[in-house]
C-alpha cells in the first residue's frame, strides 16, 4: 500500500513533517529499519497466498483430458481456452447480469434506510433513536442462518419465492446492522461547531444532512456501498433456499451447481471461479484505494 | 454542590437549544429502517422461536407439539457433537486468524515499497467469495486431481484443518487490513520514547503495539466470531459435513434438519438456539468493549 492510500490521523507525530531535527537519519530509525524475521514470515504467506491462485490459473487453462494425469503445480503444455467457453456457453453472462442487479439494489435500499438512521442515532439522541440504534447493536449478532426457515416461510407468502427480490430483500436487511454501525462511528465524529453553524443559518434537519451530514461521511458511506455490494455479490445462503429456476440464478448460486453439472471437469469449474472473480479483481485493480480503503472502515477506523 | 450543578447546566443549554433547530430530525426518520429491519430480521426470529414449538414439514399448517424440538435438542448426539464442533472450530479459526492477521498487519503498516506491494497481493484472496473459494480448495484438495494427492477431506481431522485453513485463506486478508489501520494510528511518539528508553523491536512491540491495539483487537474479534457462522458454505461445498457428520456445525445441521429432511420444527429449534447463542455472545461483547456509549473515539485526546 502506498504511502497516501490512508490519511494519516492528525495527531500521529510525524518525523518528515516535524521540526528540521528529524533527520532523514533518525526517521529510518524508527520506521524504516528492515526486520529480516518478519519478512520471512511475509514470503511463507505470499507462498501460502499465490500457489493456490497459481494452480487455479494454470489448471482453468489445460485441457479436461490431461487434468488428471499431469501436476497441477506444472505449468500447462498447450494452454487451451477451452474451459472458459464451456463455462460462458452454460449462462454465465445472465448469473453475472442477475448478481449485478441484485447488489445495485442492495445498496440502493441499504443507503436509503441506513443513512437517516444514522444520523438521528447520531444528532436526535432521545429514546426513541436511542432505542432504534439498540436494536441494530443487538442486530449485528442475529446470523442469516438462523432467521431462514421463517424466512422462507414469509417470503412464499409474500409470492416472492423464485425471484430476485426474494434475495435483494433479506440480503439488504442483513447488510444493514453493520452499514449502521458504521455510519454511526463516522458521524460522531462530525464536530458540533458544525451543527451550530448551520443552525444559526435557519438550516432545516433534511438541509443539514444533504449540505452537512452526508458529505462529512463520504469515508462512512463508501464502506457502506463497498461492504453491501461484496455481502450482495458474495451471498449464498439466500439464494441457495428462495430460489429454484434458472431465471433468477445468481453467480454464487450457478458456481454451486456447476460443481455437480462439470462433475470431474475440474479445470472448467476451475474457470468458473476464475471468470466470478474477475468482476471484483477489476475493480480492486481500477480503485484499489477506495477499496481497501472502504473496508477498513468496516473494522472501525 | 447544587449551586455547580445548576451553572454547569445553564452552561450547556444555550447550545443545546441552537442544535434543536437543526441537525436534530425527529425520530421517525428512523422508522422506515427500524421497519424494514424488524421484517426482514426481528419478525422472522421471533417466527423462528414459535416454529420451534410446533411440527411442520412445510406444506400444511404447521401443529404445536410443546417441547417436542426442544427434547429432543437436549438429547441428539449430532447437536451436542456439533456445538462442541461449531465451538472448537471458532476458537480454532480465531486463534489461527488472529495470530497471523496481527503479525502481517504490523507489518504492513510499516510504509516501505516492498511491503506495499506485497500487502496489495495478500489481498487478493479477498477479492473471491466463499462460494469460489470453497469450490477453489474442494478442486485442489481432490484426491484425483489435487496438490495433495492424498483423501484430506475424507479424514475426520483432515477436513476439519481444511476448513480452519480455508476460512483463514479468505478472511485474514480482511482481518490483516483491519490490524494494518489499527497499527497506523498508533502515535510514532510513543515508540519515539520507548526508544530513547532503550527498548528493542520485540519490547516496542509487546509494549506499546499490542496494548494499543486492543481496541482492533476486540473487534476483529468481534467479527470474527460472528463471522464465523458464515463457514456454511465451506462446510457445505467442502464437506457436506462429513465425514459422516464430523464437521456438521450448527448452521450445517439446521440446514439438514430444515430443507434436507423437512423437519421445520426441528430446524427451528436450531435456528432459535444459534439466535440465543449468538445475540448473548454479542451483549457480552459489546458490554467489554463499550461500543454501545455515544462517544467518538477521538474524544479526549
Redesign the interface.
Known amino acids: 500500500?502506498?504511502?497516501d492510500?490512508?490519511p494519516?490521523?492528525t495527531?500521529?507525530?510525524?518525523?518528515d513533517g516535524g521540526p528540521a531535527k528529524a533527520s532523514p537519519g533518525r526517521r529510518r530509525?524508527?520506521?524504516?529499519?528492515a526486520?529480516p524475521v518478519?519478512g520471512l514470515?511475509?514470503f511463507v504467506?505470499?507462498v501460502?497466498?499465490?500457489?493456490?491462485?497459481y494452480?487455479?490459473l494454470s489448471?482453468s487453462l489445460t485441457g479436461a483430458d490431461k487434468?488428471?494425469t499431469g501436476n497441477?503445480?506444472k505449468p500447462p503444455t498447450d494452454p487451451t481456452l477451452d474451459n472458459y467457453n464451456t463455462v460462458l456457453g452454460n449462462g454465465f453472462g445472465h448469473l453475472l447480469s442477475n448478481t449485478a442487479i441484485v447488489a445495485v439494489a442492495v445498496v440502493g435500499?441499504v443507503l436509503?434506510?441506513?443513512v437517516?438512521?444514522a444520523?438521528?442515532?447520531?444528532?436526535?439522541?432521545?429514546r426513541?433513536?436511542n432505542a432504534?440504534f439498540?436494536?441494530?447493536?443487538?442486530?449485528?449478532?442475529?446470523?442469516a442462518?438462523?432467521?431462514?426457515?421463517?424466512?422462507?416461510?414469509?417470503i412464499a407468502k409474500l409470492d416472492l419465492y423464485d425471484t430476485l427480490l426474494a434475495v435483494i430483500?433479506?440480503t439488504?436487511?442483513?447488510a444493514?446492522?453493520v452499514s449502521?454501525?458504521v455510519l454511526v462511528?463516522t458521524l460522531?465524529?462530525v464536530s458540533?461547531d458544525l451543527?451550530?453553524a448551520?443552525?444559526?443559518?435557519?438550516?432545516?434537519?433534511?438541509r443539514?444532512?444533504f449540505q452537512?451530514?452526508i458529505p462529512l461521511a463520504k469515508g462512512g458511506i463508501s464502506t457502506v456501498v463497498i461492504y453491501s455490494a461484496l455481502q450482495a455479490?458474495?451471498g449464498?445462503?439466500f439464494p441457495l433456499?428462495f430460489t429454484q429456476s434458472d431465471e433468477p440464478r445468481v453467480?454464487?448460486?450457478g458456481?454451486?451447481n456447476?460443481?455437480s453439472q462439470f462433475g470431474v471437469n475440474?479445470p472448467a469449474?476451475?474457470a468458473?471461479?476464475v471468470l466470478?472473480?474477475i468482476p471484483?479483481?477489476a475493480v480492486?485493480l481500477v480503485a484499489?484505494r477506495a477499496l481497501?480503503g472502504g473496508?477498513?472502515g468496516?473494522?472501525?477506523? | 454542590m447544587t449551586v455547580t450543578v445548576e451553572k454547569a447546566r445553564t452552561a450547556e443549554k444555550p447550545?443545546t437549544r441552537?442544535?434543536?433547530?437543526?441537525?436534530?430530525?425527529?425520530?421517525a426518520?428512523?422508522l422506515?429502517?427500524?421497519l424494514?429491519?424488524?421484517?426482514?430480521?426481528?419478525?422472522?426470529?421471533a417466527?423462528?422461536l414459535y416454529?420451534s414449538f410446533t411440527t411442520w414439514d412445510?406444506l400444511g399448517d404447521p401443529r404445536p407439539v410443546g417441547l417436542d424440538n426442544w427434547k429432543k435438542l437436549l438429547d441428539d448426539p449430532r447437536m451436542t457433537q456439533s456445538l462442541g464442533l461449531t465451538v472448537v472450530l471458532t476458537v480454532a479459526s480465531w486463534a489461527f486468524q488472529t495470530v497471523?492477521a496481527l503479525?502481517?498487519g504490523v507489518?504492513?503498516a510499516?510504509?516501505?515499497r516492498n511491503?506495499?506491494i506485497?500487502?496489495?497481493?495478500?489481498?487478493?484472496?479477498?477479492?473471491?467469495?466463499?462460494?469460489?473459494i470453497s469450490?477453489?480448495?474442494?478442486?485442489?484438495l481432490?484426491p484425483?486431481?489435487?496438490?495433495i494427492q492424498r483423501d484430506t477431506l475424507g479424514s475426520q481431522s483432515g477436513a476439519f484443518l481444511a476448513i480452519v485453513f480455508v476460512g483463514g485463506?479468505q478472511f485474514i486478508p480482511?482481518?490483516t487490513?483491519?490490524y494494518?489501520?489499527?497499527a497506523?494510528?498508533i502515535?510514532?511518539?510513543l515508540?519515539?520514547a520507548a526508544?530513547i528508553d532503550g527498548a528493542g523491536?520485540y519490547r516496542q512491540f509487546f509494549s506499546i503495539t499490542l496494548p494499543q491495539l486492543r481496541?482492533?483487537i476486540t473487534?476483529?474479534t468481534?467479527?470474527m466470531v460472528?463471522g464465523s457462522?458464515?463457514y456454511?458454505?465451506t462446510v457445505l461445498?467442502l464437506t457436506k459435513g462429513g465425514p459422516g457428520t464430523d464437521t456438521a456445525i450448527l448452521?450445517y445441521l439446521?440446514?439438514e434438519a430444515?430443507?434436507k429432511t423437512y423437519d421445520?420444527g426441528y430446524?427451528?429449534a436450531i435456528?432459535?438456539f444459534?439466535?440465543l447463542a449468538?445475540?448473548g455472545?454479542?451483549?457480552v461483547l459489546?458490554r467489554l468493549t463499550g461500543?454501545?456509549a455515544?462517544?467518538?473515539?477521538?474524544e479526549g485526546?
Request: glycine share 6%; charged share 10%.
Open positions: 500500500m502506498s504511502h492510500t490512508l494519516r490521523p495527531r500521529t507525530l510525524q518525523p530509525h524508527w520506521t524504516r529499519r526486520n518478519a514470515g511475509a504467506w505470499l501460502i497466498v499465490l500457489v493456490p491462485i494452480a487455479m489448471a487434468a488428471l497441477p503445480l435500499i436509503t434506510l441506513s437517516p438512521l444520523y438521528v442515532a447520531v444528532r436526535t439522541r432521545d426513541w433513536s432504534a439498540r436494536l441494530f447493536l443487538v442486530g449485528v449478532a442475529i446470523p442462518q438462523a432467521v431462514v426457515v421463517p424466512l422462507y416461510l414469509l430483500l433479506p439488504a436487511a442483513f444493514m446492522p449502521v454501525l462511528g460522531r465524529d458540533e451543527y451550530e448551520m443552525a444559526l443559518d435557519g438550516a432545516s434537519p433534511l443539514v444532512l452537512l451530514t455479490w458474495n449464498f445462503l433456499i453467480l454464487t448460486l458456481l454451486f456447476y460443481v475440474i469449474l476451475l468458473s471461479v466470478s472473480g471484483i479483481f480492486y484499489r481497501v473496508l477498513m468496516v473494522g472501525g477506523k | 447550545p441552537h442544535a434543536n433547530r437543526a441537525g436534530r430530525p425527529h425520530a426518520w428512523a422506515p429502517g427500524v424494514f429491519f424488524t421484517f426482514f430480521a426481528v419478525v422472522p426470529m417466527l423462528a416454529l412445510g497471523i503479525l502481517l507489518w504492513a510499516g510504509r516501505q511491503r506495499a506485497l500487502s496489495a497481493i495478500f489481498f487478493v484472496p479477498f477479492l473471491l467469495s466463499s462460494t469460489a469450490i477453489l480448495f474442494y478442486a485442489l481432490d484425483n486431481f489435487g496438490i485463506w480482511f482481518h487490513l483491519i494494518q489501520g489499527g497506523r494510528q502515535p510514532e511518539v515508540y519515539q526508544a523491536r481496541h482492533t473487534t476483529s468481534v467479527l460472528v457462522l458464515t456454511f458454505e461445498i448452521p439446521m440446514y430444515g430443507f421445520f430446524a427451528s435456528a432459535s444459534l439466535v449468538a445475540t455472545l454479542s451483549i459489546v461500543f454501545g455515544m462517544r467518538s473515539t477521538r485526546m
